[in-house]
């Protein structure tokens, strides 16, 4: 039977080496993906890859099972530390242990439930606007601000703020977890 | 911030890191103070963190997992050398300064030779997971093409032609579909939907509602072609594609632009 993350996380706290190398597998190419499309660096991305599982490995016993997601939490920290990497900043040791709290709309625990997510997420983006998948693709791949957006795309303030508000509506209609 | 955010995204934004100056510290400020803001602001960074699920597929090279592993494991051996190593030094008195002396030079040496071969180590290390990423990329294109084969020759795909309604966009589209596999192939052109709008495919049952197969939206109207998987064992009564708004609809609300029966 298939492990949960929150029993896996358990018997890493007891330092069990397979439930860290089924997390991985679980959940190692994502981040993989997310860091490379961020960092345009194979290696460097494996390099955060392989570090922010082993902070996994040392620090299992702070995470909140109860109320954290364990892709979620791969996720915000990863493009956190990526983020960070591209604009030659430290991350901050504050704002990793906030996102241990990160609730995902979805359960993850399964390679098929990724899939049809991963399906729906590349559906949603391809279906914004050419101007609002942008928006939403430099704040969110390349961490910019809605005046960075603006500086880069060249259109004034006001019209990026609307574009990215309405995108995140879009999205956040389109993403809803499917109610049976 | 006095009180709660008024609007549900600034949440959002906040989470995708688009907000800046007294817009970002007023929201940072209220959630410090607010459990149930901070709650929403949890939820909201769920929502932004599936994005990472649109980012192009990327395999990790099989040395990461190596080097994870040999990490863990090096981390806990080091653990229990530190006590050997350290009553050594106690014990050492005047054979210490002796053998420091003539040991140093081997020991820059080999700090030397060891520093080659991980560095070579780590070039080859490079080298091999290059080679096996080409090879994974080699095998999904393999992957794709038996899959595309698979479905063209399976005696019971049906190959279903779209036509357009009258008045609504021009179009040619074909699917083929296989139920029992579950997957659908289509082909064809469509002229590109209104700027707030998204073209989406659906499988029409013979029972139940229409199943979503795919959102999309051609830039032009030029031929595309792409395969995906549907839930299996939907028995197809006909296929349709609607202009839904942008990104798709659960369940289809928007106008027919193509139909075609299934038999």
């Avoid at chain 1, 959940?27 to 082993?54: H, N």
């Avoid at chain 1, 990526?82 to 979805?106: D, M």
């Avoid at chain 2, 579950?182 to 073209?199: A, C, H, R, T, V």
Wanted: charged share 25%; net charge neutral; hydrophobic share 45%.
């Amino acid at each position: 039977m298939r492990a949960s993350d929150a029993a896996l996380i358990e018997r890493i706290v007891a330092k069990d080496e397979a439930a860290l190398a089924a997390l991985y597998d679980r959940y190692g190419r994502l981040l993989s993906s997310v860091l490379c499309r961020i960092l345009r660096d194979k290696q460097a991305a494996e390099e955060i890859l392989q570090d922010i599982f082993y902070q996994l490995w040392s620090t299992a016993a702070q995470f909140d099972r109860s109320r954290g997601s364990v892709p979620g939490w791969l996720v915000v920290i990863g493009r956190n530390r990526a983020i960070s990497l591209l604009r030659r900043q430290v991350p901050s040791q504050g704002e990793e242990l906030q996102e241990n709290t990160v609730v995902l709309p979805f359960n993850l625990e399964s390679a098929v439930a990724q899939e049809q997510l991963l399906g729906r997420v590349k559906g949603a983006l391809e279906g914004l606007p050419k101007e609002q998948r942008a928006a939403v693709e430099l704040a969110y791949f390349e961490g910019m601000t809605h005046s960075e957006i603006a500086a880069r795309t060249g259109d004034p303030l006001g019209t990026v703020k609307t574009r990215l508000r309405s995108a995140i509506e879009t999205l956040k209609r389109n993403l809803q977890p499917e109610t049976a | 911030m006095n009180g709660h955010p008024t609007r549900e995204e600034d949440f959002d934004l906040y989470a995708i890191g688009a907000l800046e100056g007294e817009e970002k510290r007023a929201i940072e400020s209220h959630v410090a103070e607010c459990a149930a803001c901070s709650r929403r602001l949890a939820e909201a960074q769920g929502r932004i963190a599936t994005l990472a699920w649109g980012a192009p597929r990327v395999e990790p090279s099989l040395t990461v997992k190596e080097r994870l592993m040999s990490q863990i494991r090096s981390k806990a051996d080091g653990r229990a050398l530190i006590s050997p190593s350290v009553e050594a030094e106690r014990g050492g008195g005047f054979f210490r300064g002796w053998w420091a002396a003539v040991l140093a030079p081997v020991a820059v040496a080999l700090a030397l030779a060891a520093s080659f071969l991980w560095r070579e180590n780590a070039r080859l290390d490079r080298q091999l997971a290059e080679l096996r990423a080409n090879m994974q990329d080699q095998q999904k294109q393999l992957d794709y093409a038996r899959s595309v084969a698979h479905l063209l020759e399976a005696r019971d795909t049906v190959t279903v032609s779209l036509a357009p309604i009258p008045g609504m966009a021009n179009g040619a589209v074909k699917v083929m579909y296989n139920e029992k596999m579950g997957m659908l192939m289509y082909e064809g052109w469509i002229e590109p939907p209104p700027e707030d709008k998204s073209y989406q495919l659906w499988v029409v049952p013979k029972e139940g509602t229409p199943v979503s197969v795919g959102v999309f939206n051609p830039a032009t109207s030029d031929t595309a072609h792409w395969m995906t998987r549907v839930p299996g064992g939907v028995a197809a009564k006909a296929f349709a594609v609607t202009l839904e708004p942008a990104g798709g609809m659960p369940r289809p609300t928007g106008p027919m632009v193509l139909v075609g029966p299934a038999t």
